[in-house]
T-cell receptor
Framework: GAVVSQHPSRVICKSGTSVKIECRSL??????MFWYRQFPKQSLMLMAT?????????EQGVEKDKFLINHASLTLSTLTVTSAHPEDSSFYIC???????????????FGPGTRLTVL | GQSLEQPSEVTAVEGAIVQINCTYQ??????LSWYQQHDGGAPTFLSY????GLEETGRFSSFLSRSDSYGYLLLQELQMKDSASYFC????????????FGKGTRLHILP
């Protein structure tokens, strides 16, 4: 299967700082990437859809000014948590999808996740 | 909108067979995917049903009935490593083809 990487795998930061998380598709070009957040013992919550060359589409309730998403190339999307606070501590996971052709739908490949701890 | 129903937890014995059911309501249904997630890890794709019927992949099989808005994941010859959370995820086939995860089913395997 295709490989999606995330960097860093873990990050600890002080409250009020900003943290950037990178998501890369290593062996395919992904026009669409997704960002999820997962709290302990809970399911993954979709935060936003990131399309290359256009603005991200945020799910209801997700602050777009706090979670900045940039999809500058077909292999890289970044999520920046601005002015992080302890309640932002979570597991952030990205996924990438092969480009669609026609009505075909393709599986998504998930990155290994980034564990963010805000002190 | 979308709604998903799965059992929150299932317990089974090593070597046994377990079935995890999923009922869904969603607009523009295209197919049903299943994902596995171990604690601290990322979801991994298990199976996809685009058509009604059974799809078999090794020890795992998945079934879909569109008329009943129902599917299940069948795990055979359970191993301890199968202890994980399992998510059914309808695909709507829209432009973004985004996955909205439900709460998932926590599978506990007993020795």
């Amino acid at each position: 299967g295709a490989v999606v990487s995330q960097h860093p795998s873990r990050v600890i930061c002080k409250s009020g700082t900003s943290v950037k998380i990178e998501c890369r598709s290593l062996d395919f070009q992904a026009t669409t990437m997704f960002w999820y957040r997962q709290f302990p013992k809970q399911s993954l919550m979709l935060m936003a859809t990131s399309n290359e060359g256009s603005k991200a589409t945020y799910e209801q309730g997700v602050e777009k000014d706090k979670f900045l998403i940039n999809h500058a190339s077909l292999t890289l999307s970044t999520l920046t948590v601005t002015s992080a606070h302890p309640e932002d501590s979570s597991f952030y996971i990205c996924s990438a999808r092969f480009p669609k052709t026609g009505q075909d739908t393709t599986e998504q490949f998930f990155g290994p996740g980034t564990r963010l701890t805000v002190l | 909108g979308q709604s998903l129903e799965q059992p929150s937890e299932v317990t089974a014995v090593e070597g046994a067979i377990v079935q995890i059911n999923c009922t869904y309501q969603t607009s523009g249904f295209y197919g049903l995917s299943w994902y596995q997630q171990h604690d601290g890890g990322a979801p991994t794709f298990l199976s996809y049903n685009g058509l009604d019927g059974l799809e078999e992949t090794g020890r795992f099989s998945s079934f879909l009935s569109r008329s009943d808005s129902y599917g299940y994941l069948l795990l055979q010859e359970l191993q301890m490593k199968d202890s994980a959370s399992y998510f059914c995820a309808p695909r709507r086939g829209d432009r973004d083809d985004k996955i909205i995860f439900g709460k998932g089913t926590r599978l506990h395997i007993l020795p």
